[in-house]
C-alpha cells in the first residue's frame, strides 16, 4: 500500500461511510434491507480500492484492501462461527423456550423487575468475555422476549445490555474477535492481558450500564400483548435469521477491509486523545478489523488504552457496530432509527465519561 494517501480513493472511501452511516435513516428501503445494502456497499468499497489502490507486493495469502482469494476467503469462512453459533442456540432456545419462561416467572416472583434487570445486564456483560458475546446476545433476546416489556422499554433495555455485551467481551480473547487479534496477533500478549489492562475501565462501566438499566423498567411493566408472529417462531425463521447474520457479518468484513487505507493513511498516527475521538466510527465499522489496523506494538499504553475504548464504546451507537447489537435488532427486529435514539446519546455520554477519566482524571 502507498504510503502517500490517494485523494481520489480517500474521498470516494469517505463518501461510502457517509452513505453507510446516512443511508438506513434516510431511506426507508435501505433500512427493510440493512443486509443487502451493507453488503453491496463493502462490495463496492473493496471495488474502488482495486481500482484505484496501488496493488504492493506483499507476500502472497496476505490480506489486502483489494480483490484477491485471500479477501474472498476471509469473507466466506469468518461469518460461520457466528452463523453457527446463531444457528445452535437458536435450535436450543426454539425447543426451550417454555422452560426459560418458567425460569423467568420463577425469578420474578421472587425479585423486583428493576433488579431482575440489573442482574441480566451485568451478568451477561461479565459472563460475554467466557461465554462470547454471541451467545451472551442471543441469551439477551430470549430473556427480555419473556418479560413481555413495552416495545419502547423493550429496545432501549436490549441497547444498554448490548453496550455492556460489547464491553465486557473484550476482557478475554475468548470474548469476541477484537480482543482475539489484539492479544494473539497484534500485540502477542497472555490471556489476561486486557483484563489487566482496560478491566478497571470495563467492570465499572457494566455496573453503571445496569444501574442505567432500572430506569428504564416500572415496577410492573410486562404486560404488553404478545402477537402470534412472535410466539409462533418457526425453524424456518431460525434458518433464516442465521442467514441474515451470515450476510451482514460478511458484509461488514468487506466493509472492514475495504476502509484499511483509512485507517493505514489517517488514524493509526493519531495522538491519543484524536485516536480515542476518531474510533467512533466503530458505530458503523467492524471495530476488529478497525483494531487490526491500528493497533501495534510500538503504542504505548495510553494509545492502546484509548483506541480499545474509543471502539468498544462507539460499537454499541448503532447496529452494525457489534455483533450483539446485530443478532438483537434481529432477532427483535429493532430498526436502526430506533436503535440510534437511545444508542447514539448513550454511547456520546459513555464516550465524555471515558474520556474524562482517561485524559483529565488520567486513571
Not at 55 to 68: D, K
Not at 96 to 117: A, H
Not at 124 to 145: D, F, K, M, P, R
Amino acid at each position: 500500500m502507498p504510503e502517500t494517501p490517494d485523494i481520489a480513493l480517500s474521498v470516494s472511501l469517505f463518501v461510502i461511510f457517509i452513505i453507510v452511516l446516512l443511508g438506513p435513516f434516510l431511506v426507508r428501503k435501505i433500512e427493510h434491507n440493512l443486509e443487502a445494502f451493507l453488503f453491496s456497499m463493502g462490495l463496492v468499497a473493496v471495488t474502488l480500492d482495486t481500482i484505484l489502490l496501488e496493488v504492493s507486493s506483499n507476500a502472497p495469502g496476505e490480506i489486502l484492501p483489494n480483490w484477491n482469494f485471500g479477501l474472498v476467503e476471509k469473507a466466506i469462512l469468518d461469518p460461520l462461527e457466528i452463523t453457527i453459533a446463531v444457528l445452535v442456540a437458536g435450535l436450543v432456545f426454539h425447543y426451550g423456550r417454555s422452560r426459560l419462561k418458567d425460569l423467568t416467572d420463577w425469578i420474578l416472583d421472587r425479585v423486583q423487575l428493576k433488579v431482575f434487570v440489573f442482574l441480566v445486564v451485568v451478568i451477561l456483560g461479565l459472563v460475554s468475555s467466557v461465554i462470547t458475546a454471541i451467545i451472551a446476545a442471543l441469551l439477551l433476546v430470549e430473556i427480555v422476549s419473556t418479560l413481555k416489556l413495552n416495545r419502547k422499554t423493550q429496545v432501549n433495555l436490549v441497547i444498554i445490555a448490548c453496550f455492556a455485551i460489547g464491553l465486557g467481551a473484550a476482557l478475554t480473547p475468548v470474548g469476541e474477535p477484537l480482543s482475539t487479534i489484539v492479544i494473539k496477533t497484534k500485540l502477542q500478549e497472555d490471556f489476561w492481558y486486557l483484563f489487566y489492562q482496560i478491566g478497571r475501565y470495563i467492570i465499572p462501566g457494566i455496573i453503571g450500564l445496569g444501574i442505567a438499566s432500572m430506569f428504564f423498567v416500572g415496577k410492573k411493566q410486562k404486560a404488553e400483548v404478545v402477537t402470534p408472529e412472535e410466539e409462533s417462531e418457526t425453524l424456518k425463521d431460525v434458518g433464516i435469521r442465521a442467514f441474515k447474520v451470515y450476510v451482514f457479518v460478511m458484509a461488514l468484513v468487506f466493509l472492514g477491509i475495504g476502509f484499511i487505507p483509512i485507517a493505514e493513511w489517517y488514524i493509526k498516527s493519531l495522538v491519543p486523545q484524536m485516536l480515542y475521538w476518531v474510533n467512533s466510527v466503530s458505530a458503523v465499522l467492524d471495530n476488529a478489523t478497525l483494531a487490526s489496523a491500528e493497533i501495534t506494538k510500538d503504542m504505548v499504553t495510553l494509545q492502546i488504552n484509548s483506541a480499545l475504548m474509543g471502539l468498544l464504546i462507539a460499537g454499541g451507537m448503532l447496529i452494525p457496530g457489534n455483533i450483539p447489537n446485530i443478532i438483537a435488532a434481529n432477532k427483535l427486529r429493532i430498526t436502526s432509527k430506533e436503535w440510534a435514539k437511545l444508542g447514539v446519546p448513550l454511547g456520546a455520554l459513555i464516550l465524555v465519561v471515558y474520556f474524562v477519566i482517561l485524559f483529565a482524571v488520567k486513571i
